[in-house]
């Protein structure tokens, strides 16, 4: 008889009735083979970069595919202390697949050597690159300059429009509905922001980082063909001034996305993850969701995909076996499992999208076609990939203008520099590394 697939987990982790340990090993699941056609075991490495093994994979897609590929060894590393990318790297353990965010493609796959252009995979097996929502998929490939196809998504967070029924009831204003623009939520919020009796109440909040990186004019802070800065501009300007109106309302402020579980914000856009953690927290919260506002500039486009990709690494020595895995997790069967759990999808299936939530009690009843109401935004031009990657955080900027009163073009030319003198300050560490 063949062997069949294990299941292994190399971190403190917990899926099913599979637990083990930090130190790797631990209990496995063997299904048998087809004892007909036996192929030759293959044992592969799927890196967790993002998330818990735990929050995406859950048993029943675990089974599903030991019962698809009953020769196949599944070692699932999850990242943290001691398993991160050198820790891989110096212990000789290299994934076959990675999962990571695809905003990480340049910093972490490509730094580490680990980038692989699938299209040949990809033709060889037949997989259906049509099937993924085209802006979502555009995205992942921006990422690197070449336009190769490094990864494939596979999951995605979904920003919304989260409201607070309560607090709209309180105060009797109609609640949010999808297809709004911005300026009418600003309307909203200006109807919601008060004091009443001893209780401040907030009609908006946001994490201004996200609204600027994932935006919705397709723009992006760093030139794609030059070692700086571009955000003192008429885009950023716009999405500067669209969002500070928000907090500069009276007793208004930029409240952490976590306050929502309080009940005393009635709106936040966030990804569709956090609002499960605020329901949990706080489980008589009254919320629903519509459709993120879209701009009166760029009506009727959601944000830019927050993606996260497989990658078949160059360094596996199974390429087909892991494309086999990574297409089949890709498959209408997996990613509508995945959906009902309330993981976001990126295929264009209406079918997979109408099932989100349906296994998780706190998306019960609520508008999740709010979800995919609107198209993503697309990809910003691809940026050079022999440029310094830096980080850019939009949060102190934008808190720093709302506090001290800064008009939006000193703070985005303010910023600007500030950026460009952490480029500088990266070019001359690689400079000096290369010598």
Same mark, same amino acid.
């Given at each position: 008889?063949?062997?069949?697939?294990?299941?292994?987990?190399?971190?403190?982790?917990?899926?099913?009735?599979?637990?083990?340990?930090?130190?790797?090993?631990? /209990?496995? $699941?063997?299904?048998? @083979?087809?004892? &007909?056609?036996?192929? =030759? #075991?293959?044992? !592969?490495?799927?890196?967790? +970069? *993002?998330?818990?093994?735990?929050?995406?994979?859950?048993?029943?897609?675990?089974?599903?595919?030991?019962?698809?590929?009953?020769?196949?060894?599944?070692?699932?590393?999850?990242?943290?202390?001691?398993?991160?990318?050198?820790?891989?790297?110096?212990?000789?353990?290299?994934?076959?697949?990675?999962?990571?965010?695809?905003?990480?493609?340049?910093?972490?796959?490509?730094?580490?050597?680990?980038?692989?252009?699938?299209? /040949?995979? $990809?033709?060889?097996? @037949?997989?259906? &690159?049509?099937?993924? =929502? #085209?802006?979502? !998929?555009?995205?992942?490939? +921006? *990422?690197?300059?070449?336009?190769?196809?490094?990864?494939?998504?596979?999951?995605?967070?979904?920003?919304?429009?989260?409201?607070?029924?309560?607090?709209?009831?309180?105060?009797?204003?109609?609640?949010?509905?999808?297809?709004?623009?911005?300026?009418?939520?600003?309307?909203?919020?200006?109807?919601?922001?008060?004091?009443?009796?001893?209780?401040?109440?907030?009609?908006?909040?946001?994490?201004?980082?996200?609204?600027?990186?994932?935006?919705?004019?397709?723009?992006?802070? &760093?030139?794609?063909? =030059?070692?700086?800065?571009?955000?003192?501009?008429?885009?950023?300007?716009?999405?500067?001034?669209?969002?500070?109106?928000?907090?500069?309302?009276?007793?208004?402020?930029?409240?952490?996305?976590?306050?929502?579980?309080?009940?005393?914000?009635?709106?936040?856009?966030?990804?569709?993850?956090?609002?499960?953690?605020?329901?949990?927290?706080?489980?008589?919260?009254?919320?629903?969701?519509?459709?993120?506002?879209?701009?009166?500039?760029?009506?009727?486009?959601?944000?830019?995909?927050?993606?996260?990709?497989?990658?078949?690494?160059?360094?596996?020595?199974?390429?087909?076996?892991?494309?086999?895995?990574?297409?089949?997790?890709?498959?209408?069967?997996?990613?509508?499992?995945?959906?009902?759990?309330?993981?976001?999808?990126?295929?264009?299936?209406?079918?997979?999208?109408?099932?989100?939530?349906?296994?998780?009690?706190?998306?019960?009843?609520?508008?999740?076609?709010?979800?995919?109401?609107?198209?993503?935004?697309?990809?910003?031009?691809?940026?050079?990939?022999?440029?310094?990657?830096?980080?850019?955080?939009?949060?102190?900027?934008?808190?720093?203008?709302?506090?001290?009163?800064?008009?939006?073009?000193?703070?985005?030319?303010?910023?600007?520099?500030?950026?460009?003198?952490?480029?500088?300050?990266?070019?001359?560490?690689?400079?000096?590394?290369?010598?």
């Amino acid at each position: 008889m063949v062997k069949g697939i294990r299941t292994v987990f190399t971190s403190c982790l917990l899926i099913g009735s599979v637990l083990t340990g930090c130190s790797g090993g631990g /209990e496995s $699941v063997q299904t048998g @083979g087809n004892a &007909l056609k036996p192929k =030759e #075991p293959v044992t !592969l490495t799927l890196f967790f +970069a *993002q998330s818990s093994p735990a929050e995406v994979l859950d048993q029943a897609v675990l089974d599903a595919l030991q019962k698809k590929f009953p020769h196949i060894t599944l070692n699932i590393i999850a990242r943290g202390k001691g398993s991160d990318y050198p820790d891989l790297i110096a212990q000789g353990t290299l994934p076959d697949i990675l999962y990571e965010s695809a905003a990480f493609t340049t910093s972490r796959v490509m730094a580490n050597g680990f980038e692989y252009d699938m299209q /040949e995979l $990809v033709k060889k097996h @037949g997989f259906n &690159l049509g099937s993924i =929502e #085209p802006n979502v !998929l555009a995205q992942t490939v +921006a *990422q690197n300059s070449e336009s190769k196809l490094y990864g494939l998504p596979f999951t995605m967070n979904k920003y919304a429009l989260f409201y607070n029924k309560d607090v709209f009831d309180r105060f009797g204003v109609p609640y949010p509905s999808n297809g709004m623009t911005w300026d009418e939520a600003y309307a909203l919020s200006g109807k919601l922001t008060r004091v009443d009796g001893s209780v401040t109440y907030l009609g908006f909040t946001a994490q201004p980082n996200n609204i600027m990186l994932n935006n919705q004019l397709s723009i992006s802070p &760093l030139h794609a063909k =030059e070692d700086k800065a571009t955000i003192n501009n008429d885009g950023y300007r716009l999405l500067y001034d669209n969002l500070r109106r928000f907090f500069e309302l009276p007793n208004a402020t930029i409240a952490p996305l976590g306050d929502f579980s309080k009940g005393t914000i009635a709106m936040m856009v966030n990804s569709h993850p956090g609002i499960i953690g605020a329901a949990r927290a706080n489980p008589s919260l009254n919320w629903d969701v519509a459709a993120v506002p879209s701009l009166k500039e760029r009506p009727k486009i959601g944000f830019k995909p927050a993606t996260l990709a497989l990658f078949v690494t160059q360094t596996s020595k199974h390429k087909d076996e892991a494309f086999e895995v990574v297409s089949y997790l890709l498959s209408e069967e997996v990613q509508t499992a995945l959906v009902k759990n309330g993981v976001g999808t990126p295929l264009k299936s209406d079918a997979v999208k109408k099932a989100f939530g349906q296994n998780v009690p706190e998306w019960q009843g609520k508008n999740v076609g709010a979800l995919y109401f609107y198209p993503d935004a697309p990809p910003s031009e691809a940026r050079a990939s022999h440029l310094v990657d830096v980080g850019v955080d939009f949060g102190n900027s934008f808190a720093a203008m709302v506090k001290d009163k800064i008009d939006s073009n000193t703070a985005l030319r303010s910023f600007e520099e500030q950026i460009n003198q952490t480029i500088e300050t990266a070019k001359a560490a690689k400079a000096a590394k290369s010598k």
